[in-house]
């Protein structure tokens, strides 16, 4: 087999601004495309599907949600090709000014007050403009973290890009619990505007740092000595890796289903049934603020034991607790839900989503990573917490409505099993050197040796 040269080790310095680049990256991408959800399902199916009854609003704002994640899963399979032939930095370039600029506008849109149809027309636009910028930002900012780690600390190197995602989740909760405590009329003439508006100013910080990084290293080695040529990415990706692709969707589609309802749904749910707009809200910002603390261990952690037992763990308590999470929810008591949706987030995802990028980054070749890590993720983000919440709201409504939540809460186990079983059947990569490479390829688009990943 074909290997390109050693990288150019990074020097410290590189390695910091990577690490804070990266983060800063998925914070801002984790506010804004979150930011979106939690509006979806307190405030745009008043202001801009107001011609619907509240029950159709909010179905078609979650719908909206879900088409934001149907254009991440585009995004990753464009900027996963540029990513994988030209590079990452310039692909993580433009991928946040696109994000910033797209959710800043929102907060600029009249309403359908202003504007009528338009109104939501415009804001389906920007979303699908969000959403296929994110979906080039997390794989992109994952792969310059673990690209620029030495083997044996790839875990750790990634803790700056993953522990973006619970910070920008945290502040866009935090941020909407603020505003959720306007009174309603200012909340909804000009309240909620402000967290995207405040968007421009983290895009400004975000491209002052991103600017000042360096190509990846491993990329680089391998470029130079292998230009872009013959198959596309994600042909050879398929080709070759078909396998390992499908298991990697598999193994992060239940606890995406898992967020998609007890991180989006539940707020809407919650406030269905009695609680107020913040309580759900509450809940979130505990478990975002575990999520940041455990982040590290469990990355740094599964450099020693491993990525595969976190993530076995994770699925494994999402299939366990899906339905005694509930039951917790379904109290009445503040406490309660404010406990179930902390526990969800801080101990049954964070184990995944903590291990599971840098396991995608070491499954794959450097010549179709950023394609391959992109769609997957994408993928399994699109179905899972994209579609998660409207199947949600759709399963109890088709149960009865209320806190009929028996169908969803077997929808939830189904989906848990088959991530735990396609984890176990995932190779443990923690060993992997990322600049193994697949075969050299033909100018005629053929490899020159076939390997199965």
């Known amino acids: ?43 745009f199916n008043k202001v801009f599907f107001a011609d619907l009854t509240p029950v159709v609003g909010t179905i078609v704002a979650l719908a909206t949600l879900a088409a934001g994640y149907l254009a991440r899963l585009a995004g990753a399979l464009v900027f996963g090709h540029f990513g994988d032939r030209l590079g990452r930095k310039s692909v993580m370039l433009t991928t946040m000014v696109v994000m910033g600029t797209s959710s800043g506008l929102i907060g600029l849109l009249p309403t359908y007050a202003h504007i009528g149809a338009a109104a939501p027309l415009l804001l389906v636009f920007l979303r699908l403009c969000q959403g296929i910028a994110v ?50 009329k200012d909340l909804l003439s000009w309240g909620w505007r402000l967290p995207f508006l405040a968007s421009f100013v983290l895009l400004a910080v975000g491209l002052w740092f991103r600017a000042r990084i360096s190509e990846s290293p491993v990329f680089t080695a391998h470029h130079s000595t292998r230009p872009a040529a013959g198959q596309r990415p994600l042909t050879a990706m398929l080709r070759r890796s078909r396998r390992r ?34 309580a759900a809200l509450d809940g979130l910002i505990i478990g975002l603020i575990c999520s940041i603390a455990m982040t590290p261990v469990y990355a740094g952690v599964s450099d020693r034991v491993g990525r595969r037992p976190f993530i076995i763990a994770g699925c494994a308590a999402l299939a366990l607790l899906a339905y005694p999470l509930f039951l917790m929810i379904n109290t009445g008591s503040v406490l309660l839900l404010v406990l179930a949706v902390a526990v969800y987030v801080a101990f049954v995802l964070t ?14 070749p450097t010549e179709v990573r ?42 939830l186990i189904v989906f848990a099993l088959v991530s735990t079983v396609a984890a176990c059947l995932l190779p443990e990569t923690r060993t992997t050197t990322l600049i193994e490479a697949m075969p050299a390829i033909k100018p005629d688009g053929t490899p020159k040796a076939v390997t199965r990943l």
């Open 351 to 364: 184990p995944v989503t903590a291990v599971a990028p840098v396991l995608l980054s070491e499954l794959f």
């Open 245 to 278: 692709f499908l298991l990697a969707v598999l193994v992060q589609l239940g606890p995406y289903f898992g967020n998609g309802v007890f991180a989006l749904f539940v707020v809407s749910y919650a406030a269905s049934i009695g609680y107020t707009r913040s």
């Open 135 to 184: 979906g080039g930002e997390f794989g992109g900012a994952v792969l310059m973290t673990t690209e620029h780690a030495r083997d044996g600390r790839r875990g750790r190197a990634t803790v700056s890009a993953v522990a973006g995602a619970p910070a920008g989740s945290l502040l866009a909760t935090g941020v909407m619990l603020l505003v959720t405590l306007l009174p309603e």
């Open 370 to 411: 950023y394609t391959a890590t992109s769609t997957s993720y994408q993928l399994a983000q699109t179905v899972g917490s994209g579609f998660g919440p409207l199947i949600a709201a759709s399963l109890i409504a088709a149960a009865g409505g209320g806190t009929n939540v028996g169908l969803l809460v077997v929808f």
């Open 1 to 43: 087999m074909a290997t390109s040269p050693a990288p150019v080790p990074p020097s410290p310095a590189a390695v910091r601004r990577v690490a804070v680049s990266s983060f800063l990256g998925t914070t801002i991408e984790y506010y804004d495309f979150l930011l979106y959800g939690t509006a979806a399902a307190l405030i």
